[in-house]
């Protein structure tokens, strides 16, 4: 489940760090600051750590400096890899937000710029999944785009429209970019306590604690 865009990965992966990096117009805004905001996750995670949608390594990378033990879960083959040439040190496995290796410990998990491949449903059913595996005080710290109601994903859209930049609407109109109270609600609902911070005109951190059982 939540797996219907991995094959766009396989093309994507030869150029990915390109577009990460400003190569690709479309998408520059997407990735503004795209080193700071991994790091911002980074600096949150408290080990072990499990991280969704690793991608090229680029957030791995910032965690294992950090000297945190990390696990990677990433269901693109090409994807793992790319990595594994990378990060031959890694444990990196096939899987995704919803179904992964039941007996890998964690305290934090984290992810960036993967978590809008689920459905609010499914995203819902992940932070629920996560919160009968953390420990009270354990962490989700996620940095995504997320708008900040429908209405303005619908202006963002219009805007990238107007100037031509097609590819990057397909994306947005194809994939399930969600809005912050439906976040915030979905992870509350789960047990968590969030903040939200902006990180550039897409991206938002996501910075989940998971409350104890008496809900403090
Ligand atoms: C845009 S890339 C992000 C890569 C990296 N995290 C980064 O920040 O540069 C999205 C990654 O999420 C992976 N992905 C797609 N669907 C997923 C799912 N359901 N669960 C976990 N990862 C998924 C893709 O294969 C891809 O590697």
Same mark, same amino acid.
């Given at each position: 489940m939540g797996r219907e865009f991995v094959e766009i990965f396989d093309e994507w992966v030869h150029t990915y760090d390109d577009s990460v990096y400003g190569k690709d117009k479309e998408y520059e805004d997407v990735f503004v600051k795209y080193d700071e905001i991994l790091q911002a996750v980074a600096d949150l995670a408290i080990s072990p750590v499990v991280e969704f949608g690793v991608g090229t390594g680029n957030l791995t990378e910032k965690l294992l400096a950090r000297g945190l033990q990390v696990t990677g879960i990433e269901p693109?083959?090409?994807?793992?890899?790319?990595?594994?040439?990378?990060?031959?040190?890694?444990?990196?496995?096939?899987?995704?937000?919803?179904?992964?290796?039941?007996?890998?410990?964690?305290?934090?998990f984290v992810s960036t710029y993967a978590f809008h491949h689920l459905t609010d449903e499914e995203k819902a059913q992940a932070f629920r999944l996560y919160a009968e595996k953390l420990p009270a005080g354990g962490k989700v710290v996620f940095a995504d785009t997320v708008f900040e109601s429908l209405q303005a994903k619908q202006q963002k859209v219009d805007f990238e429209a107007s100037r031509g930049y097609v590819n990057l609407v397909e994306d947005l109109?194809?994939?399930?970019? &969600?809005? !912050?109270?439906?976040?915030?609600? #979905? =992870?509350? %609902?789960?047990?968590? *306590?969030?903040?939200? &911070?902006? !990180?550039?005109?897409?991206?938002? #951190? =996501?910075? %989940?604690?998971?409350? *104890?059982?008496?809900?403090?």
């Open positions: 693109n083959e090409a994807m793992r890899q790319v990595t594994a040439e990378k990060l031959p040190d890694l444990t990196l496995v096939d899987g995704d937000f919803l179904q992964f290796d039941d007996k890998i410990e964690a305290k934090t109109n194809r994939e399930y970019y &969600t809005t !912050l109270p439906a976040m915030k609600e #979905l =992870i509350e %609902a789960a047990g968590f *306590s969030v903040e939200f &911070t902006q !990180l550039n005109g897409y991206v938002w #951190l =996501i910075n %989940a604690t998971k409350k *104890s059982e008496s809900g403090r």
